[in-house]
């Protein structure tokens, strides 16, 4: 059922299927993104990112939850999650608590746009906003580094140590994009947030694919149209780009034809769909 692939230093495991469920685990940053499917693997992980509240990203929220208890950890999940969502989930965890008749405990952490997160090590995430009809946020792993000042390029090494031991300020700190993870949303999100481009993998939504559905459907849904996509991917500049939540009027090997038929090959080359391997996996 669950899908595996390495995105750049990254693993991505779980699930997509547009409007039916969608979980991404990823094992080095001890994170979960969205909870469509409790993935059993994630159960003991430190935070869950929410992009927003619609039951293919949140309603297995409660499995997970009582696997982590079953596997023994302590420590409440932290969940961010869109500012404004965090009162009906505590609730709705309350009643499904009493159902379970086991407290399900967790950490909410409501986060705007902008709002950052630490990570361990130099690691951290920023949220941001994305285009969806219900309070909804993106994602996005950045790490910080110490990069040598363009005035001090070309020191020879010895001299670079004797000036950092002195304390002398020689460098700047960069924020590096590592990962963002982006849905569900109009595209829009790329013109708003054009650094998106840069980002080394980005993991954006592409929920529509050809003429079965309308560019006016989808953005009627708040939904990305591969037809909106190609018209903007000179923007995105990205190492990898996985694309995922594809409709469930797809089929794995549709979408990968249909990938190889419209995207330019300097794309398409880059372009990594989160799928199943085979058709008959699909509805599983
Ligand atoms: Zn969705
Ligand atoms: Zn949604």
């Not at 960069?174 to 993870?181: I, Q």
């Not at 996985?242 to 089929?251: E, G």
Request: hydrophobic share 45%; net charge neutral; with cysteine.
């Amino acid at each position: 059922m669950l899908t595996e692939l390495t995105a750049g230093r990254f693993t991505l495991r779980g699930a997509s299927l547009g409007g039916m469920y969608t979980s991404l685990h990823v094992p080095e940053l001890d994170a979960c993104f969205d909870v469509g499917v409790a993935v059993r693997s994630a159960a003991a992980v430190e935070r869950l990112f929410l992009s927003h509240a619609h039951v293919d990203h949140v309603g297995a929220l409660a499995t997970l939850l009582g696997m982590r208890g079953l596997s023994g950890v302590k420590a409440p999940l932290k969940i961010h999650l869109p500012e404004g969502v965090e009162g009906t989930l505590a609730e709705s965890l309350r009643v499904l608590s009493g159902l379970h008749r086991w407290p399900l405990t967790f950490e909410a952490i409501p986060m705007r746009p902008g709002d950052e997160v630490r990570l361990r090590g130099k690691r951290f995430v920023r949220a941001f906003k994305t285009y969806h009809p219900v309070p909804s946020l993106g994602y996005a792993v950045f790490e910080r580094v110490s990069k040598l000042k363009p005035e001090h390029a070309d020191l020879p090494g010895a001299r670079i140590g004797e000036l950092r031991r002195s304390g002398a300020d020689i460098f700047d700190v960069v924020e590096r994009p590592l990962l963002a993870y982006a849905t569900d949303t109009l595209p829009e999100v790329l013109h708003h947030e054009p650094w998106l481009g840069d980002v080394s993998t980005l993991i954006l939504e592409c929920t529509f694919l050809d003429e079965r559905k309308t560019i006016h459907a989808a953005r009627a849904g708040c939904h990305i149209h591969l037809d909106e996509l190609l018209s903007h991917h000179a923007m995105l500049r990205n190492d990898r780009v996985v694309l995922m939540h594809f409709s469930q009027i797809y089929k794995p090997g549709e979408v990968r034809a249909i990938l190889d038929q419209r995207l330019p090959s300097t794309l398409r080359d880059r372009v990594i769909p989160f799928l199943p391997a085979t058709d008959d996996q699909w509805w599983n």
